[in-house]
């Protein structure tokens, strides 16, 4: 949505480019160097793994893919998914890419949401990331705990404002690409052999 209240649709290619694009980093240590924020919300279900899969065309017979190392390690995650592909070739490429990408998915913490304070002038940059961030922009979340620090890496999936007179806050929803492509210099979506790549 634009400033003007126009809906801005995206192709798949759009998404993908937008997903590999330059991190904000962001960390609850000041002086880091990162864009300190006010509060984070985790995920620590595994509801989102997925390590048995069947997708079945319309009209076709329908094509399943599994892990059977991530159904040993983490029990059956199964899912059943209908779509508009025309062969079976299709139905099992989307299902072995269902699988690459979500067959550790929950194993990892993963970051439902950040809230930065973007209102005074101690910190330009929480207030330049609330204005220019948008959908699909990559993002790397630390958290300094006892045992160690939680680092997380997602994607925008939905922007909140809360302004007052005297308050600025923006809530960044979080999600984790469902599916990636292959970006040239990418750290994230730029390595063979990893993840939805991997098949």
Same mark, same amino acid.
């Given at each position: ?7 801005k649709f995206l192709s798949r290619n759009d998404i993908i480019v937008a997903e590999g694009g330059t991190v904000t980093k ?14 984070? #919300? *985790?995920?620590?279900?595994? @509801? ?26 983490? *029990? ?19 299902? +072995? ?5 979500? +067959? #550790? ?13 973007? @209102? ?19 993002? #790397? ?19 909140? @404002? ?9 809530? *960044?929803?979080?999600?984790?690409? *469902? ?21």
């Amino acid at each position: 949505m634009d400033q003007r209240g126009y809906a801005k649709f995206l192709s798949r290619n759009d998404i993908i480019v937008a997903e590999g694009g330059t991190v904000t980093k962001f960390s609850d240590v000041p002086g880091s160097g990162d864009i300190t924020y006010q509060a984070v #919300e *985790f995920d620590i279900s595994d @509801y989102q793994m997925i390590n048995k899969v069947t997708v079945t065309p319309n009209g076709l017979s329908g094509q399943t893919a599994s892990d059977s190392e991530s159904i040993d390690d983490y *029990f059956q995650h199964s899912r059943v998914r209908n779509g508009i592909m025309q062969t079976e070739s299709d139905a099992l490429n989307q299902a +072995k890419m269902i699988i690459a990408s979500r +067959k #550790e998915q929950g194993v990892n913490i993963q970051l439902n949401s950040l809230t930065v304070d973007a @209102y005074g002038s101690n910190d330009p940059s929480r207030v330049i990331a609330a204005l220019n961030l948008d959908i699909f922009d990559p993002i #790397e979340v630390t958290q300094t705990l006892p045992a160690g620090n939680v680092v997380t890496d997602s994607v925008i999936a939905g922007l909140t @404002y809360q302004i007052t007179p005297k308050s600025f806050m923006v809530t *960044f929803s979080c999600a984790q690409p *469902f599916a990636v492509g292959f970006l040239l210099d990418s750290t994230v979506d730029g390595i063979l052999d990893e993840d939805s790549l991997a098949y």
